[in-house]
């Protein structure tokens, strides 16, 4: 016969870190606690594996304190879950926060408006169906730390959360679909040690995944403290000059989001241009496409903007053009990934691969300055027109362009032809030829110690 403590130990639910001194009129209004579950009632529902991954207690421990961590659905792609399944539990663990922590995935939630609407789902029922401890909503997961009240037990409390949250957000961005993956991840804080560190944990969450330097400067956050010093870096990167909703405002917005821009380490970085709405081209694009390749490079290609296939996969140079330019990579003994950055200066695809619009490039290109900031390269390559023009603010022809060692940002900077366009005029690939030996020369030398 299985006893009541067996059943909470199964469940993982011994020993229980309980509320200290909170009266049970607190706990609710109202509220009944829930008697202890008999063993009778639990065993068919730990037959139903109820304490496995996406499986959320549907009794309820009284007084049970909860870690919980759910995520978007393009957060963490099943197979790179899978590619973990042999190691520990805690390992696994590890891998999960570092992966989600460097963005992957669309990051709705580093949009103001769309990260408020998940606060204010956490903060609804607060003293009547939950008290929180901490929160933490980051731009592709949110983790809290909770206790469910009265009769209510997790899986009512996340399910009510996600799918109020989901119905809300889906409304905004006028999609259909789940928005968050099913399985959560969830544990029983075991006492007051784990509860301290747990609660330190998701207030540093920010600051570990170089979204901000102080914790209470992070909005989304139970860390915020509107009156600290420091304004929110990510935030500042995505709101628009004067469209932050009153609840979002903690500082003014800049008029462009360098100033924001220049302190964003890579995750911050690369979540921002995701999710940037400070162009309209957010409307029409799948996704923010920030870069690809070694985050040390002494090689940088700058493009001109995603097209159909960058802008479906997230990823520059990934059509025809980009087989040419891989191409032209190997001419130069590179290879895509290794010592080589590949960017563009616009991160959003233009509607019918149109030109972009001054107003797209000045609302874009400081993505761009901190991208070559972080990566500090030796030399860049602008590749095509576009890219040449909109980086030497110039309206000079490519033509006159190419064959010279220009200065971008105090970087030694070499103008060639588009892929492209040479997929169209194949006669100037040799002139292309001549453009990356001008490359590799410059390079050559910037390696040479001077005599
Ligand atoms: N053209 C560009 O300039 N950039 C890309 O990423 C793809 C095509």
Redesign the pocket.
């Given at each position: 016969m299985l006893t009541r403590d067996d059943c909470y130990k199964e469940l993982g639910l011994l020993p229980v870190w309980r509320l200290k001194d909170v009266p049970s009129g607190r706990r609710g209004a109202g509220a009944t606690i829930a008697p202890a579950p008999s063993p009778a009632n639990l065993r068919p529902q730990l037959l139903q594996g109820i304490h496995s991954r996406g499986y959320l207690p549907h009794v309820k421990a009284d007084g049970a304190t909860y870690f919980v961590t759910f995520r978007l659905a393009d957060s963490l792609p099943a197979e790179v879950l899978e590619s973990w399944a042999d190691a520990p539990e805690d390992e696994r663990a590890r891998n999960t926060e570092r992966y989600l922590d460097q963005g992957a995935g669309a990051c709705l939630l580093a949009r103001p408006e769309l990260a408020e609407i998940v606060v204010q789902t956490l903060l609804c029922h607060v003293g009547s169906q939950h008290t929180l401890h901490e929160y933490v909503v980051m731009p592709n997961h949110v983790h809290v730390l909770l206790t469910p009240l009265g009769e209510y037990t997790l899986s009512d409390l996340l399910q009510g959360m996600k799918s109020v949250s989901a119905h809300k957000i889906n409304t905004v961005l006028g999609r259909e679909g789940p928005l968050w993956q099913h399985e959560i991840f969830d544990r029983v804080v075991r006492d007051d040690d784990e509860m301290q560190r747990l609660a330190f944990y998701i207030r540093r969450n920010p600051v570990k995944a170089g979204l901000i330097t102080e914790e209470s400067g992070f909005r989304w956050s139970s860390a915020w403290n509107k009156d600290a010093g420091e304004a929110p870096a990510l935030q500042r990167a995505l709101l628009r000059p004067g469209e932050a909703t009153a609840s979002a405002v903690v500082a003014p917005a800049p008029r462009r989001p360098d100033v924001a821009t220049e302190s964003l380490e890579w995750p911050a970085l690369t979540a921002a241009i995701k999710s940037c709405t400070l162009c309209p081209l957010h409307k029409s694009r799948t996704q923010g496409?920030p870069g690809v390749g070694d985050l040390h490079a002494e090689w940088l290609f700058i493009?001109?903007?995603?097209?159909a296939?960058?802008d479906r996969q997230g990823?520059?140079?990934?059509?025809q053009?980009?087989k040419l330019?891989d191409a032209m990579l190997a001419a130069l003994r590179l290879k895509r990934g290794e010592n080589v950055y590949?960017a563009?200066?616009l991160k959003s695809r233009p509607p019918g691969?149109r030109d972009p619009h001054p107003d797209e490039v000045a609302a874009c290109l400081p993505y761009l300055e901190r991208q070559i900031d972080l990566i500090r390269p030796k030399l860049i390559v602008a590749?095509?027109r576009?890219?040449a023009q909109n980086l030497l603010k110039t309206d000079t022809p490519i033509g006159k362009l190419r064959g010279h060692v220009h200065q971008y940002r105090g970087l030694p900077l070499v103008v060639t032809y588009?892929?492209?366009y040479l997929l169209r005029s194949p006669v100037d690939k040799s002139r292309a030829w001549e453009d990356l030996v001008l490359a590799a020369n410059t390079m050559k030398n910037l390696k040479t110690p001077n005599p």
């Open positions: 496409v493009g001109e903007a995603p097209g296939d960058e990823e520059p140079f990934v059509g053009a980009g330019l590949i563009n200066v691969n590749v095509g576009i890219a588009h892929p492209a």
